[in-house]
């Protein structure tokens, strides 16, 4: 019965959402179980462009350290920001999700050959709630009790938190930089004299990911529509 209740509420996790979380578990879980290693895993340009160990693309997004603290706040912000943004600006728009992990990705990992990180993960949730936290404006926010701000000041207060814990705080501003960047191409600069939308997600994710609309009712989300978003109707999905 557990099972199936389990089984139930995983399935109706938004599907880049249930995808992208459970690697990063089963990764984590592979590494305490001593099957794999973190450096078998970690960002190396050298380890990729030279002996061709392409997989540690992907793979130093999926490993937020070992089983802890820092791991499970990672997670509850990944699954939490992640999936508010596959079912609401996203929502029927798989392809487009898709699209932005993998400029995101991509272009993190550009950056990434300039600082001194191994694993980018983190940057990448902080990449997701920056964008989420631009495009709800207007919902309040309460940091574990003892802070009340909205939602765009959240990025920074996080920030804020890891400087406190003696974190590097290279980590979210490398994701702060890329969630803006993302935010400016798509929401920003389309709406600007003379602007255009310069992302386009490629047909191919579109044919993979995204099933066509049949209803003539249907009525598309701000982000279609002439002019984006309609600010001054901010839309509260809650804290």
């Known amino acids: 019965m557990a099972y199936q209740t389990f089984r139930q509420e995983y399935l109706q996790v938004p599907p880049v959402t249930r995808a ?13 179980l001593e099957l794999i290693t973190p450096f078998q895993l970690y ?44 079912e609401g600006s996203f929502r029927g728009r798989t392809a487009d999700f898709v699209f932005m992990f993998i400029f995101g990705g991509l272009l993190m990992t550009l950056f990434g050959l300039f600082v001194n990180l191994v694993f980018l993960g983190q940057a990448f949730t902080i990449m997701l709630v920056y964008v989420w936290s631009r495009r709800n404006p207007y919902v309040r926010m309460n940091f574990f009790g003892l802070l ?3 939602a765009p000041f959240l990025p920074w207060v996080l920030m804020g938190f890891s400087l406190l814990l003696g974190n ?43 099933t066509p609309e049949d209803d003539p009712n249907y009525n598309p989300l701000p982000e279609e529509r002439p002019g984006g978003f309609a600010w001054g109707e901010g839309q509260r999905l809650g804290g």
């Open 20 to 32: 992208y979380t459970t690697a990063c578990v089963f990764t984590t879980a592979a590494v305490q």
């Open 168 to 210: 590097s705080i290279i980590v979210d501003l490398l994701g702060i930089a890329v969630g803006h960047i993302y935010f400016f191409l798509e929401d920003v600069f389309p709406n600007q004299p003379g602007g255009r939308r310069l992302l386009r997600t490629p047909s191919v994710l579109k044919a993979i990911f995204d």
């Open 43 to 86: 960002f190396n340009p050298e380890l990729i462009f030279k002996h061709f160990q392409v997989w540690r693309l992907i793979t130093n997004y999926l490993f937020f350290g070992p089983i802890g603290f820092n791991f499970l706040f990672n997670m509850i912000f990944l699954y939490r920001y992640c999936r508010m943004l596959e």
């Open 148 to 150: 009340i701000f909205q």
